[in-house]
């Protein structure tokens, strides 16, 4: 099949161990963000989202964490499982959605 | 299934041809987008469409590439006298109005000889 992301940033970690993942945006205007999660052969599947009125965000076993003053996005995976193995973008929304540049997550048993 | 369906999974062709590929949206979904993702890239914005409505045609390479959405439902991006630099994976999303979650389908890949 696929693959995705032969030659990305790797982050890697311990099963159970937590994540975070870091994206700089590029547009101080973009007023909204979308985080990505992508496995080999499949499309990029929505994880979470925020806005930029907000800093934090919380879903199931993920935080999306804002900083509007430095541009930066991060993504903490907690309790890191071998299924969250893949490669993760983040999104910034100026019109249209403009992708950052992957990290792959590997996580070792 | 009750994703984004794109078709055909796989398409080769020789240089020259003209080539469509097919994007079924979720039902409901008033937003439909086209990218291209070259490997080890994120995807990058084509076009898209509100209802049958084209937005923003600002990513299409140039004017051998096109699409349409003629009932605000299924989309074609179809593109002429294909060459060897527009092989890629194509993808398509929807979502379910404007700066809502945009959900892709698995893509086609196209592959131009």
């Known amino acids: 099949g696929e693959s995705v992301g032969l030659h990305l940033p790797t982050l890697s970690v311990q099963e159970g161990d937590n994540s975070i993942i870091n994206c700089a945006y590029s547009n101080s205007a973009s007023d909204y963000f979308i985080w990505y999660k992508q496995e080999s052969g499949k499309g990029p599947q929505f994880i979470i989202d925020i806005r930029s009125n907000m800093d934090k965000r919380q879903g199931q076993r993920v935080t999306v964490l804002l900083n509007k003053t430095v541009k930066h996005l991060s993504l903490q995976i907690a309790a890191t499982q071998p299924g969250d193995s893949a490669v993760y973008f983040c999104a910034e929304n100026i019109d249209k959605l403009i992708f950052g540049t992957g990290t792959r997550l590997q996580v070792f048993p | 299934g009750a994703g984004v369906s794109q078709s055909p999974r796989y398409k080769v062709t020789k240089r020259g041809q003209d080539v469509a590929l097919r994007c079924d949206p979720i039902?409901?979904?008033?937003?439909l987008y086209w990218y291209r993702q070259a490997l080890g890239q994120g995807p990058e914005f084509l076009t898209y469409f509100n209802y049958e409505a084209q937005q923003d045609k600002s990513g299409l390479p140039n004017d051998r590439f096109s699409a349409e959405r003629p009932e605000g439902s299924i989309s074609t991006l179809t593109i002429q006298r294909t060459e060897q630099r527009d092989s890629a994976m194509y993808r398509c999303?929807?979502?379910?109005?404007?700066?809502?979650?945009?959900?892709f389908g698995d893509g086609t890949r196209l592959s131009i000889l």
């Open positions: 039902s409901g979904h008033v937003s």
């Open positions: 999303a929807s979502s379910s109005r404007e700066n809502q979650p945009q959900h």
